[in-house]
């Protein structure tokens, strides 16, 4: 009994810290002009509040909002970054199919901190994205996570640093 103990405190807090948000909070700050052109992607946390979502859905964020934002952060000052997601729609895939198109919706707050300053937070960004489901084909067996996920780095992208991470185009799931 004495070693279940420790196992259903550490158990106990991760459940917690899953759901309680990473960042300070408080209103949007922008970036330091310097750090806009001097920045690189460090570690990303994401946290959530409760979303309807695949078990993956943390992992397939993280992969996409990182390779975003390596994109778009191409300096050497090493910055992470901090997410809490507050809400996330996904098109239903049998909606989607019948009406021929539907939308992804998911909204969080962004801080990037200075792990070398003791987390200081250097920015805070609310982010709101809405994306297509690419219509039925897309819809039916489209990856929605991915689509959300990318269309969620890329508007991180150009709400902090002012440019778009990928050139338009059919070759990205957002096509923006």
Request: aromatic letters at 4%; a negative charge; one cysteine or more.
């Amino acid at each position: 009994m004495k070693s279940l103990m420790p196992v259903a405190a550490v158990v106990a807090a991760l459940a917690l810290s899953a759901c309680s948000p990473v960042i300070e909070g408080g209103p949007p700050m922008a970036l330091p002009i310097g750090l806009q052109e001097t920045a690189q992607v460090g570690m990303i946390t994401m946290s959530s509040a409760w979303l309807n979502a695949e078990d993956d859905f943390a992992d397939t964020f993280n992969d996409e909002v990182h390779e975003e934002l390596r994109r778009c952060m191409w300096g050497t000052a090493l910055i992470n970054v901090r997410i809490h997601l507050d809400d996330l729609q996904r098109a239903g895939r049998l909606e989607t199919l019948l009406n021929g198109d539907g939308k992804h919706h998911l909204s969080g707050t962004v801080e990037f901190v200075d792990p070398a300053r003791n987390n200081r937070v250097l920015g805070r960004f609310p982010i709101r994205v809405s994306t297509s489901a690419q219509g039925r084909v897309g819809g039916l067996l489209g990856d929605r996570q991915m689509m959300v996920s990318e269309a969620f780095g890329r508007a991180v992208c150009e709400e902090a640093f002012g440019r778009n991470p990928r050139d338009p185009g059919p070759h990205n799931a957002t096509r923006g």
